[in-house]
C-alpha cells in the first residue's frame, strides 16, 4: 500500500515536470495589454490559442487574432538600436556624448541595463572611446551621418545589438 501511494506521487511529479519543460516564454502583444510567458500553441484566421501554467495546472485559452498587434516567440532574436551622438562646439575639442534608445519596451531589455549604460557613456570625453565602450558591449556601428544646430557639430551613430528575447 505504501509503494502504491508513493509511486502514484512519483507518477504525478514526473508528469508535472513533463508540462513545465513544454512551457515558453512566448509573449502576445494587444492594443492595451502584453500577455507573457505562455505558450502558443496554434493560430488560425479568426483565434490564437495558448496556454499557461497556472501553479501545476495547465489553462488554455484564446484570443481573437484582430486583437493581437503582434507576437513575439521565447527564442526569437530581436534587434535593438539606439543613435550615439557626440555634440561638439564649432572649432571646440570638448565632445559630449549623449545615447538615444528611442521608446523602448521594458521586456527587451531591462531599464537597468538601459541606466547603467547612460551613465557610463558619461565618463567619455571622446566619441571614440564611447564606440569602444559600446563595441565591448556588443553594439555594432551600422550607420553614421553629421548635422549641424547653431555653432555645435552633431555626429550621429546608430548602433544595433541582437539579443534574445
Same mark, same amino acid.
Given at each position: =500500500?505504501?509503494?502504491?501511494?508513493?509511486?502514484?506521487?512519483?507518477?504525478?511529479?514526473?508528469?508535472?515536470?513533463?508540462?513545465?519543460?513544454?512551457?515558453?516564454?512566448?509573449?502576445?502583444?494587444?492594443?492595451?495589454?502584453?500577455?507573457?510567458?505562455?505558450?502558443? %500553441?496554434?493560430?488560425?484566421?479568426?483565434?490564437?490559442?495558448?496556454?499557461?501554467?497556472?501553479?501545476?495546472?495547465?489553462?488554455?485559452?484564446?484570443?481573437? %487574432?484582430?486583437? %493581437?498587434?503582434?507576437? %513575439?516567440?521565447?527564442?526569437?532574436?530581436?534587434?535593438?538600436?539606439?543613435?550615439?551622438?557626440?555634440?561638439?562646439?564649432?572649432?571646440?575639442?570638448?565632445?559630449?556624448?549623449?545615447?538615444?534608445?528611442?521608446?523602448?519596451?521594458?521586456?527587451?531589455?531591462?531599464?537597468?541595463?538601459?541606466?547603467? =549604460?547612460?551613465?557610463?557613456?558619461?565618463?567619455?570625453?571622446?566619441?571614440?572611446?564611447?564606440?569602444?565602450? =559600446?563595441?565591448?558591449?556588443?553594439?555594432?556601428?551600422?550607420?553614421?551621418?553629421?548635422?549641424?544646430?547653431?555653432?555645435?557639430?552633431?555626429?550621429?551613430?546608430?548602433?544595433?545589438?541582437?539579443?534574445?528575447?
Amino acid at each position: =500500500m505504501i509503494f502504491n501511494s508513493n509511486y502514484r506521487f512519483f507518477f504525478s511529479f514526473c508528469i508535472s515536470l513533463n508540462f513545465i519543460g513544454y512551457t515558453q516564454n512566448d509573449t502576445i502583444y494587444l492594443s492595451d495589454t502584453i500577455i507573457s510567458s505562455v505558450r502558443i %500553441v496554434q493560430q488560425d484566421e479568426n483565434k490564437l490559442n495558448y496556454f499557461y501554467f497556472d501553479s501545476i495546472k495547465k489553462i488554455t485559452s484564446s484570443i481573437p %487574432v484582430e486583437e %493581437v498587434q503582434r507576437i %513575439v516567440y521565447e527564442d526569437e532574436k530581436i534587434e535593438v538600436f539606439c543613435d550615439l551622438i557626440a555634440k561638439t562646439k564649432f572649432l571646440g575639442t570638448e565632445q559630449k556624448i549623449m545615447i538615444n534608445y528611442g521608446n523602448r519596451d521594458s521586456l527587451w531589455i531591462d531599464k537597468k541595463i538601459y541606466t547603467l =549604460m547612460s551613465k557610463d557613456l558619461k565618463k567619455y570625453n571622446s566619441i571614440i572611446d564611447a564606440l569602444n565602450y =559600446m563595441g565591448s558591449e556588443g553594439w555594432k556601428t551600422i550607420n553614421t551621418y553629421s548635422s549641424s544646430q547653431n555653432s555645435y557639430t552633431i555626429e550621429h551613430y546608430i548602433l544595433k545589438k541582437e539579443i534574445k528575447k
